[in-house]
């Protein structure tokens, strides 16, 4: 049985909607009704979603992803009926509970006691219900010593914390989940995905909005790709998430495809990779393979070469380079430097020049990658310039929740 039934719905925003008062609201009334479709010239519709349909069944775990501004936090807020959709037909069964947005329900003067009662009695438990699962909400959020303090003057940690621990704890039929989780320390968030594995295996009907990919793998069952409002793929997650991805990676480096890198550090000035400078510049780093040839698709076992172009006014006697990769989500991969290349001489940089370094093979997951470059003083902590900009992509296919991390090492099994 399906819990949830989304028919061609479509939700529109007028933009440009500026009233403030219900004065301006009644004075506008007579505008609306002599001008077409009741909207101001200036106003423009936005739809955040356009006829999108899809199913729920009973104990599905639906992932739905995409980039920001897709969609996807529209979804949750028509199925928490907190916005109603301007076409289309939403249908839910069982009881709901939703944690869509940051402390969503809570009143900030009420303690966060007296707003577990509240929130509880919102989505009609009795206080009987309540008081059988106050203890371990509390417990679960960790806020024993704070439960009695008015919510305005907890952390935005505290806060998604209790607005979690209730959300769960309610056995609802439907949970709502969107990327606030994010919020929470890394501790939290493994606690939350614990949490939700018992939920799901209990039977309970989730969807679970989030950018973290392998959350979505390993939690969900199916998973929707979200884009400009549309739905553009469904089905397995691994699946769709392989297809955003390639979106994405294609996106990137069509962006950063010919941009030179020309950030300075922010204690100079940079007039351009050939005219005059008055401080330390990186003017550009190149992405290069094996054959020194510009490359931005790698395999894992290939090498790369990053050349970083700089123009130094002013003579630095003990120069450090820092080459840092970074994952498309910022997680930083590696981190290299010439102090812990024993045959890299070069006492000292003046003018322009270039510095290379030789990675490889580089056996990076499948996945989009940024490059930053730096360079620094090597006895005080002063930063000429820096850059990062440049964009990589390593190709490949990375399948199930086994294959998560960053690094591909080689290694060789033996089974006795």
């Known amino acids: 049985m399906a819990v949830i039934e989304f028919e061609h719905v479509s939700k529109a925003y007028r933009l440009g909607a500026s009233r403030t008062s219900l004065r301006q609201a009644i004075v506008q009334v007579p505008h609306n009704l002599f001008s077409r479709n009741g909207t101001q010239p200036n106003q423009q519709l936005f739809w955040a979603l356009n006829d999108v349909s899809f199913r729920v069944e009973s104990g599905e775990v639906l992932g739905i992803i995409g980039p920001n501004g897709a969609g996807k936090s529209t979804i949750l807020k028509l199925l928490s009926q907190v916005t109603f959709p301007t076409r289309g037909h939403i ?26 009662y509240l929130n509880g009695a919102i989505l009609g438990l009795k206080r009987w219900e309540i008081d059988a ?3 371990d909400i509390v417990e679960f959020a960790g806020l024993e010593k704070f ?3 008015p919510v305005k003057r907890y952390s935005s940690g505290m806060y998604v914390r209790l607005a979690f621990a209730i959300a769960a704890h309610i056995k609802a039929e439907l949970l709502l989940i969107d990327e606030v989780l994010s919020v929470g320390d890394m501790a939290f968030q493994q606690k939350c995905l614990t949490k939700m594995n018992q939920l799901r295996d209990s039977g309970a009907t989730i969807v679970f909005i989030s950018h973290n990919m392998w959350s979505v793998n390993t939690f969900c069952k199916r998973a929707l790709l979200l884009r400009a409002g549309q739905i553009e793929a469904e089905g397995d997650p691994d699946e769709v998430i392989q297809i ?5 990676s294609e996106g990137l480096l069509l962006r950063s495809d010919g941009a030179h890198i020309s950030d300075d550090a922010g204690s100079g000035s940079q007039n351009g990779a050939h005219g005059p400078v008055s401080e330390t510049v990186i003017t550009q ?6 054959a020194g040839q510009p490359e931005q698709a790698f395999d894992a076992s290939d090498h790369l070469l990053i050349r970083t172009h700089y123009v130094a006014p002013n003579r630095i006697e003990t120069p450090l380079f820092i080459i840092r990769i970074r994952r498309a989500d910022g997680v930083i991969c590696c981190s290299l430097t010439n102090r812990d290349e ?21 056996q990076l997951v499948p ?19 820096r850059s990062s900009r440049e964009t990589f992509h390593v190709e490949g296919h990375v399948s199930g929740p086994d294959h998560a991390g960053v690094f591909e090492p080689h290694v060789e099994w033996l089974l006795s």
Request: glycine share 10%; charged share 25%.
């Open 91 to 116: 249908r839910t069964r069982g009881r709901l509970a939703a944690l869509i947005e940051l402390g969503a329900g809570f009143h900030p003067d009420l303690s966060g006691r007296e707003n577990i």
């Open 133 to 135: 699962q106050f203890s």
């Open 147 to 149: 439960i009695d303090t």
């Open 244 to 248: 955003y991805r390639r979106q994405e």
């Open 285 to 290: 780093v190149e992405l290069l393979n094996k």
């Open 342 to 362: 024993d045959n890299f001489a070069q006492p000292s940089i003046h003018g322009r020049g270039t510095c290379e370094a030789r990675i490889g093979p580089l």
């Open 367 to 385: 996945d989009i990658y940024t490059v930053e470059a730096h360079i620094v003083d090597g006895e005080q902590p002063i930063t000429y310039a």
